[in-house]
Nanobody, 113 residues
Framework: QVQYVESGGGLVQPGGSLRLSCVAS????????MGWYRQAPGKQRELVAF??????NYLDSVKGRFTISRDNAENTVYLQMNSLKPEDTAVYYC????????WGQGTQVTVSS
């Protein structure tokens, strides 16, 4: 069974930074494209960023502010978030983009002054 454990969220002021981590078990992350998703209250879950073996892609609204990376030895995916805005407030999740049935508990990110 695939399991994801996301961490690193919290309360941060606008303009601040956070680094999210996602540790996976039951799956070898290096074999899959991995994505970070988020879901804000009352909104649908959306794909924020994903990383393949050789490429990264981002939602337009986070380009230049967020960076996705992976550590294959640690079976971990990261999301560095800089210049955070209130509209980035959401629960953030990670998963393999092509394996949709497994989700972690997510980590809450709140951007507020």
């Amino acid at each position: 069974q695939v399991q994801y454990v996301e961490s690193g969220g919290g309360l941060v002021q606008p303009g601040g930074s956070l680094r999210l981590s996602c540790v996976a078990s039951g799956i070898i992350l290096s074999n899959f494209a991995m994505g970070w998703y988020r879901q804000a209250p009352g909104k649908q879950r959306e794909l924020v960023a994903f990383i393949t073996r050789g490429d990264t892609n981002y939602l337009d609204s986070v380009k230049g502010r967020f960076t996705i990376s992976r550590d294959n030895a640690e079976n971990t995916v990261y999301l560095q978030m800089n210049s955070l805005k209130p509209e980035d407030t959401a629960v953030y999740y990670c998963r393999a983009t092509m394996i949709s049935q497994y989700w972690g508990q997510g980590t809450q990110v709140t951007v507020s002054s």
